[in-house]
């Protein structure tokens, strides 16, 4: 079973950035599927980015502000979100899977916020 650690939440203004990164214990090469979901309490999770197959796609409410990228070497996904708003508020999932399976991470805070 492969582990997700995010990391990189906190608390930006609006219009600011943060990265997001999610670490996984071992290669990212066995991932098919990797993705950032986000979830508000009382919500339905939202994917907000994928990569799969070598493609990239992003939802509507992002697209534009947001890129999902990976570094092999360093067995790690990233989100970088740049122009934040209010409704970007949530928690962010990374989420991975492969032929070993598929894996979650333990979410990370975003607030976005004067």
């Known amino acids: 079973q492969v582990q997700l650690v995010e990391s990189g939440g906190g608390l930006v203004q609006p219009g600011g950035s943060l990265r997001l990164s999610c670490a996984a214990s071992?290669?990212?090469?066995?991932?098919?599927?990797i993705e950032w979901y986000r979830q508000v309490p009382g919500k339905e999770r939202e994917t907000a980015a994928t990569?799969?197959?070598?493609?990239?796609s992003y939802a509507d409410s992002v697209k534009g502000r947001f890129t999902i990228s990976r570094d092999y070497a360093k067995n790690t996904v990233y989100l970088q979100m740049n122009s934040l708003k209010p409704e970007d508020t949530a928690v962010y999932y990374c989420?991975?899977?492969?032929?070993?399976?598929?894996?979650w991470g333990q979410g990370t805070q975003v607030t976005v916020s004067s």
């Open positions: 989420y991975a899977r492969g032929s070993y399976g598929s894996s």
């Open positions: 990569i799969s197959g070598g493609t990239i």
């Open positions: 071992g290669s990212i090469w066995s991932f098919s599927t």
